[in-house]
């Protein structure tokens, strides 16, 4: 069946402009999270979502970025006023339920490069 | 703050090896130690994982051995193979919620 897609795959955009990335999750996933993945942090949390609301935003590092679900299934990654520390692979992952025991299936990720 | 500390930061291995990479964490909270493998421009993937009432779990050449009291658990990948290439993150989670908190990552090279 189809794993978790995201798109676009690769982005370039100049600093000050907004993105925008998206996540479709395997049907039927009901959790969907988003992280971070860059150099020198890591692989950052972001935010998580159970349906259509998002009950941890933590990790979100600004009030640049936002993000959301609708019905249940796409997400919407969306960074305002782009920063060059804001380049860095934005991984969604999808999962049957909520819950750390509940197994966490990765996209491919969307490359940002802010320059 | 780093919750998850993970080394090596990378490991060179022969064919036919052991691979052991190493984590410690810090909040007695967390419940569930998954280790993800990640190959390039692919994102992670779950390998094994283990909850904290165990002390060890192997699943083929792949073992995780976990010390409650230490805080620390490790995987060890046995008779290590070329495909095994690629970079292994540690993490640990709550079973509320269940974001990943990860480790820094460590690079495996093994050589044929």
């Known amino acids: 069946g189809a794993g978790v897609s995201q798109s676009p795959s690769n982005k370039v955009t100049e600093k000050g402009k907004d993105v925008e990335l998206r996540c479709d999750p395997i049907?039927?996933?009901?959790?969907l999270y988003w992280y971070r993945q860059s150099l020198g942090q890591g692989l950052e949390f972001l935010i998580y979502f159970q349906g259509n609301s998002a009950p941890d935003k933590s990790g979100l590092p600004s009030d640049r970025f936002s993000a959301e679900r609708t019905g249940g299934s796409v997400s919407t990654l969306t960074i305002q006023r782009t920063q060059q520390e804001d380049s860095a692979v934005y991984l969604c992952?999808?999962?049957?339920?909520?819950?750390?025991?509940?197994?966490?299936?990765f996209g491919p990720g969307t490359r940002l490069l802010v320059l | 703050q780093q919750q998850v500390k993970q080394s090596p930061q990378s490991l060179i291995v022969q064919k036919g090896g052991i691979s052991i990479i190493n984590c410690a964490y810090e909040n007695t909270a967390f419940d569930y130690f998954p280790w993800y493998q990640q190959f390039p421009g692919k994102g992670p993937a779950l390998l094994i994982a283990?909850?904290?009432?165990?002390s060890e779990k192997k699943e083929g050449r792949f073992t995780i051995s976990f010390n409650k009291s230490a805080k620390q658990f490790s995987l060890h990948i046995m008779d290590s193979q070329p495909g095994d290439s690629a970079t292994y993150f540690c993490?640990?989670?709550?079973?509320?919620?269940?974001?990943?908190?990860f480790g820094q990552g460590t690079e495996l090279s093994v050589k044929p």
């Open positions: 992952a999808s999962s049957p339920a909520l819950g750390g025991r509940t197994t966490q299936y």
């Open positions: 283990i909850r904290p009432d165990v």
């Open positions: 049907s039927g996933h009901t959790a």
């Open positions: 993490a640990a989670t709550y079973n509320q919620g269940g974001k990943l908190i």
